[in-house]
Antibody, heavy 116, light 108 residues
Framework: EVQLVQSGPEVKKPGSTVKISCKVS????????IHWIQEAPGKGLEWMGL????????VYAEKLQGRLTIIADTSTNTAYVELSSLRSEDTAVYYC?????????WGQGTPVTVSS | EIVMTQSPATLSVSPGERATLSCRAS??????LAWYQQKPGQAPRLLIY???TRATGIPARFSGSGSGTEFTLTISSLQSEDFAEYYC??????????FGQGTRLEIK
């Protein structure tokens, strides 16, 4: 079984940048994709982007292009998501998850609060 | 973008009874649909993929059906631990996967 452990809660000012980590351990996961998913209050789940652990290729949701960066560190089996120019609407819980098409393993979630 | 619409938004059912949750896609997605259960303060848990295949460890009372644009998640005999939020997700349009807005299953 695969385990994903995320970094802790964050409180950020508007305009700043947040970086969240997701460490993968356990059985080798076959699909090698790590996705990031946002859960904003009252807004359900929204796919943000993914990184391919094998070659570092990334794909981002169109609405986050320019503000989102996802990277994979294969030496530590850790994926990172960085969201810049934060605004209040970015207040949410952020999840990492594995899978090619559906998401079979999830991290515990990282709450991010954006407030002045 | 494929829009996923779940109904109803809230479903009230008594323990031991059957619950039927619906999910509609704005265009055909074949059988490329997954269902998740989420409890407050927890990450979503995969229940069903491929529209009808139960994920590892998921009890047989959970079943999925449908193809194309119309999908159903059925919980045959509700247990107390089944009261939660449920989401569908289309897995057809890689990688811009989209989720439904969720159905809250509450105790009647």
């Amino acid at each position: 079984e695969v385990q994903l452990v995320q970094s802790g809660p964050e409180v950020k000012k508007p305009g700043s940048t947040v970086k969240i980590s997701c460490k993968v351990s356990g059985d080798t996961f076959s699909d090698d994709y790590i996705h990031w998913i946002q859960e904003a209050p009252g807004k359900g789940l929204e796919w943000m982007g993914l990184v391919d652990f094998e070659d570092g290729e990334t794909v981002y949701a169109e609405k986050l292009q320019g503000r989102l960066t996802i990277i994979a560190d294969t030496s530590t089996n850790t994926a990172y998501v960085e969201l810049s120019s934060l605004r209040s609407e970015d207040t949410a819980v952020y999840y990492c998850a594995t899978g090619a098409t559906f998401f079979d393993y999830w991290g515990q979630g990282t709450p991010v609060t954006v407030s002045s | 973008e494929i829009v996923m619409t779940q109904s109803p938004a809230t479903l009230s059912v008594s323990p031991g009874e059957r619950a039927t949750l619906s999910c509609r896609a704005s265009q055909s997605i074949g059988d490329n649909l997954a269902w998740y259960q989420q409890k407050p303060g927890q990450a979503p848990r995969l229940l069903i993929y491929g529209a009808s295949t139960r994920a590892t460890g998921i009890p047989a009372r959970f079943s999925g059906s449908g193809s194309g644009t119309e999908f159903t998640l059925t919980i045959s005999s509700l247990q107390s631990e089944d009261f939660a939020e449920y989401y569908c997700q289309q897995c057809n349009h890689w990688p811009a996967y989209t989720f439904g807005q969720g159905t809250r299953l509450e105790i009647k």
